[in-house]
């Protein structure tokens, strides 16, 4: 009865990843091949994984063309739907299944190894396959100092080659930023906060130009408070080189087009624009409006786009809008912005991706909602205007830095604080160049 309900168990998941996208991201993310040992199944799941990877759709019309010959498909629609949390919990109870059954089949064969070798290498041998094999992933590992100093040295080199460092460390256009954090790590939980119109967004969004259209890493932005319109209108003005387009320009179509609709030749201001998008056509850049953030929503979204595009980072803007945690509305408000900030932390260290947190400071200055939040951050990153006096500091030297972005709180990173030149009519951010 046991093996026919684990039985059950493989073709509800197998149900669930073709009736609910959602579902089948948390599946994918959770489980591999080696869970399954029902008939089919385990060939079933390799097909199903295989088309969502090359972004197919997967559905159980579209599964239809990809089962197995001897998996009856029909016997999946008798399956209710499954949700996201439920996935995660039938996930879970198949990677504890298959667990079950190496540690079955590894005692099983050490009982036939008593028959001819000695107590003391079975049960050694025992000890090695019971963690190498059944240890959950993300198991503590006890290393010796010998094992320590090697991995070290391993470390240190890897950093010193470039191209090893640039796989795990992502690097912006703002110099001094890079020299005081050493970069944004790959798994790092990165808060950028400001008071009520201070640019937070702005900044995050200069971010991600950088990383996701200069550099063309493959970048999500998940934005929860602009149109689709508003965020057009953001884009072009950032990247269009020109001095004279703005925001506000944009917005108020006042564009030189010139006569007949095409540019004019003199202010070529459409053209400039047109470049500024062109790169960012061909970038690996990709966005997605989320009025309604919900944190499952989030999460399950991150992992989809991760395993379709290999994301090197994301950003959230922002998460005090992520103030509906599924299956938990009996908690308050900085309880559940802080259980949502731990389960991004969770998955980016899991995906080994930088996730940027946009996030709003009260008139204190204190995170709003929860300032428990910030113990979850790699890094935390403030930014506010300079007062007249460090504006007159800055002139003094040649520069014409208006903003700061404080440090906070660093992992690897002193407190501290980084000038910035902020032009608000092009939102567009720049470090000291003098």
């Known amino acids: ?23 089948q991201a948390v599946a994918f993310a959770k489980l591999n091949a080696e869970h399954f040992h029902a008939p089919g199944a385990r060939e079933f799941f390799v097909r199903l994984q295989v088309m969502a990877e090359s972004s197919q759709e997967v559905s ?6 990809r089962k197995p010959d001897d998996y009856d498909l029909n016997a999946l629609t008798a399956y209710m739907p499954v949700r996201p949390k439920e996935m995660e919990f039938l996930a879970d ?41 059944t240890a959950p992933r993300g198991a503590e590992q006890i290393v010796s100092g010998r094992e320590q100093a090697v991995r070290a040295i391993d470390t240190i080199t890897a950093r010193m080659d470039p191209h090893k460092r640039a796989a795990n460390v992502l690097y912006t256009n703002f110099v001094e930023l890079n020299y005081s954090t050493g970069g944004f790590e790959k798994g790092d939980l ?3 906060s400001g008071q009520t119109g201070t640019g937070k967004s702005a900044f995050c969004q200069n971010l991600a130009a950088d990383i996701g259209v200069r550099q063309r890493q493959p970048f999500l932005y998940i934005n929860s408070e602009m149109s689709p319109e508003q965020m057009d209108f953001r884009w072009a003005a950032m990247l269009a080189n020109h001095q004279e387009i703005t925001l506000q320009r944009i917005r108020a179509g006042q564009i030189d087009c010139g006569p007949d609709g095409k540019p004019s030749g003199r202010h070529d201001e459409f053209d400039a624009i047109s470049a500024g998008l062109d790169r960012l056509y061909n970038s690996r850049f990709s966005s997605v409006t989320v009025p309604d953030l919900k944190i499952d929503s989030v999460v399950n979204l991150i992992r989809r786009h991760h395993r379709a595009e290999q994301i090197r980072a994301c950003a959230i803007d922002y998460l005090g809008r992520a103030d509906m945690v599924s299956g938990k509305r009996d ?31 009260t008139k204190s200055g204190d995170l709003q909602q929860s300032k428990a939040i910030e113990n979850e951050l790699d890094l935390h990153l403030s930014l506010a205007p300079m007062d007249e006096n460090e504006i007159r500091a800055e002139l003094a030297r040649l520069s014409t830095c208006n903003y700061k972005l404080n440090i ?27």
């Open 1 to 23: 009865m046991i093996h026919d309900r684990n039985f059950d168990l493989q073709y509800k998941i197998i149900a669930g990843i073709c009736q609910n996208p959602d579902s």
């Open 60 to 65: 159980l019309i579209t599964a239809a063309q």
């Open 93 to 133: 109870q198949l990677i504890d299944i298959a667990a079950g059954r190496k540690l079955r089949n590894i005692l099983q064969t050490s009982l036939e190894r008593l028959e001819t070798e000695p107590t003391s290498s079975v049960s050694d041998g025992i000890i090695n396959q019971l963690f190498v094999d």
């Open 190 to 192: 990165i808060g950028i």
């Open 331 to 361: 908690l308050a408000e900085w309880q559940l912005l802080l259980s949502a900030a731990r389960r991004l932390k969770t998955m980016a260290q899991q995906l080994q991706i930088v996730i940027f947190l946009v996030l709003q400071l």
């Open 408 to 434: 906070l709180k660093g992992r690897n990173a002193p407190r501290g604080w980084i000038p910035l030149r902020f032009d608000g009519p092009k939102l567009r951010f720049e470090g000291r160049t003098k």
